[in-house]
């Protein structure tokens, strides 16, 4: 084992900001759900057509969940596991 590696009794090292990753692996979850939840909102709506098997979501991006400080958010999107996209709205990036 080398120094830097964290033992496994031992608490993770907390971001430069003081954010655990265990905050920003929730705050993460959290956005996942609730971008699923609106797209599954979105496609249930009426509309799409009698006959037809329904409507792809258009959601792409959402507001962050209010229950964590923006200094997560920003976090997240510095590790590029998040993307801005614009007016206070968040999106996944796109994996290729």
Known sequence: ??????????????SPDGIEPTQ???ALKAFKKRLKLARLDDESRLGHGA??????????????PPRYPQPVWDELVRQGKLRRAGQGLYELPERI
């Open 51 to 64: 006959m037809s098997s329904g409507g792809r979501s258009g959601i792409v991006a959402i507001p962050a």
């Open 1 to 14: 084992m080398t120094s830097d590696t964290p033992r496994p009794n031992e608490p993770t090292p907390a």
């Open 24 to 26: 920003l692996k929730n």
